[in-house]
Protein backbone atom coordinates (compact mmCIF):
# COMPACT_ATOMS: atom_id res chain seq x y z
CA UNK A 1 0.00 0.00 0.00
CA UNK A 2 1.22 3.38 -1.03
CA UNK A 3 1.38 6.05 2.04
CA UNK A 4 -2.06 8.06 2.12
CA UNK A 5 -4.18 5.04 0.20
CA UNK A 6 -6.31 3.30 1.19
CA UNK A 7 -7.49 -0.38 -0.25
CA UNK A 8 -11.21 -1.50 -1.22
CA UNK A 9 -12.51 -4.17 0.74
CA UNK A 10 -14.11 -4.88 -2.39
CA UNK A 11 -12.02 -4.89 -5.11
CA UNK A 12 -8.52 -4.62 -3.82
CA UNK A 13 -7.63 -1.58 -5.51
CA UNK A 14 -6.14 1.63 -3.76
CA UNK A 15 -8.03 4.91 -3.25
CA UNK A 16 -7.27 8.35 -1.88
CA UNK A 17 -9.35 8.41 1.67
CA UNK A 18 -12.27 10.75 0.02
CA UNK A 19 -12.88 8.93 -2.74
CA UNK A 20 -13.15 5.74 -1.16
CA UNK A 21 -16.29 6.39 0.49
CA UNK A 22 -17.50 7.53 -3.24
CA UNK A 23 -16.08 4.17 -4.84
CA UNK A 24 -17.35 1.38 -2.22
CA UNK A 25 -21.00 1.30 -2.57
CA UNK A 26 -21.03 1.79 -6.68
CA UNK A 27 -17.96 -1.40 -6.53
CA UNK A 28 -20.27 -3.65 -3.94
CA UNK A 29 -23.19 -2.96 -6.64
CA UNK A 30 -20.86 -4.29 -9.33
CA UNK A 31 -19.97 -6.97 -7.38
CA UNK A 32 -23.45 -8.09 -6.71
CA UNK A 33 -24.48 -7.75 -10.76
CA UNK A 34 -21.60 -9.97 -11.25
CA UNK A 35 -21.76 -12.43 -8.61
CA UNK A 36 -25.99 -12.70 -9.64
CA UNK A 37 -24.63 -13.73 -13.15
CA UNK A 38 -23.09 -16.82 -11.71
CA UNK A 39 -24.76 -20.11 -11.12
CA UNK A 40 -26.43 -20.45 -7.51
CA UNK A 41 -23.47 -23.30 -6.69
CA UNK A 42 -20.79 -20.77 -7.34
CA UNK A 43 -22.38 -17.86 -5.59
CA UNK A 44 -20.81 -16.15 -2.75
CA UNK A 45 -21.92 -14.19 0.48
CA UNK A 46 -21.53 -10.35 -0.42
CA UNK A 47 -17.95 -8.96 1.35
CA UNK A 48 -18.36 -7.61 4.71
CA UNK A 49 -16.66 -4.56 5.32
CA UNK A 50 -13.97 -4.43 8.00
CA UNK A 51 -14.09 -2.96 11.10
CA UNK A 52 -11.74 -0.41 12.69
CA UNK A 53 -9.38 -1.58 15.19
CA UNK A 54 -10.43 0.33 18.49
CA UNK A 55 -7.94 3.33 19.66
CA UNK A 56 -6.07 3.15 16.53
CA UNK A 57 -5.61 5.33 14.11
CA UNK A 58 -5.21 4.45 10.27
CA UNK A 59 -1.66 4.84 9.88
CA UNK A 60 -1.48 2.55 12.85
CA UNK A 61 -4.01 -0.13 11.30
CA UNK A 62 -1.74 -0.23 7.95
CA UNK A 63 1.07 -0.88 9.88
CA UNK A 64 -0.97 -3.90 11.04
CA UNK A 65 -2.44 -5.37 8.33
CA UNK A 66 1.23 -5.64 6.29
Known amino acids: IRPGLR ?3 ICGK ?3 SQSLPI ?8 WHIEND ?3 KHLRRSP ?3 PQAL ?3 SSKDQIK ?3
Open 7 to 9: VCY
Open 14 to 16: EFG
Open 23 to 30: HEPKCLEK
Open 37 to 39: KLP
Open 47 to 49: PVK
Open 54 to 56: PGK
Open 64 to 66: ICV
